[in-house]
């Protein structure tokens, strides 16, 4: 078993990501409340990937994580806040807020647009 899964793994520079490895099983987990009849249910939709898969994409982001460490001039944008180790949505508001201070200081004008879908996810067909 464990020389199948070596071979799977070093399949994967070539470009071959296994098929399997990439369905993901859609599951609605309920939110709470209560809904009218004909309406339809609220729910958190989460992906479930194949564990094999996951553990490359962690291998990947180990191997990637690391040579981004060794090479400095290769990192992400410090605007990056994303899936970034030690960073959250918190410090990306934190700096969001550091901008309109800086430009209030100076007598500028702020301008921010957001856009927020409800039920993004609840929509698609």
């Given at each position: 078993m464990a020389t199948?899964?070596?071979?799977?793994y070093n399949a994967c520079p070539t470009g071959t990501f296994p098929r399997e490895w990439k369905r993901a099983k859609l599951t609605l987990i309920p939110k709470g409340g209560t809904f009218?009849?004909?309406?339809?249910?609220?729910?958190r939709p989460i992906?479930?990937?194949?564990?094999?898969g996951k553990i490359l994409e962690r291998i990947i982001d180990n191997r990637l994580?690391?040579?981004m460490d060794e090479n400095p001039a290769y990192q992400l944008s410090p605007n990056q806040y994303g899936f970034c180790e030690g960073l959250s949505t918190c410090d990306a508001l934190?700096?969001?807020?550091?901008?309109?201070?800086?430009?209030?200081e100076q007598d500028s004008v702020v301008v921010a647009i957001s856009i927020d879908i409800a039920n993004a996810f609840n929509l698609l067909p």
């Open positions: 199948a899964i070596v071979e799977c009218l009849e004909g309406e339809m249910p609220k729910a992906c479930l990937l194949d564990e094999m994580t690391r040579w934190s700096r969001v807020q550091t901008i309109i201070d800086e430009a209030t």
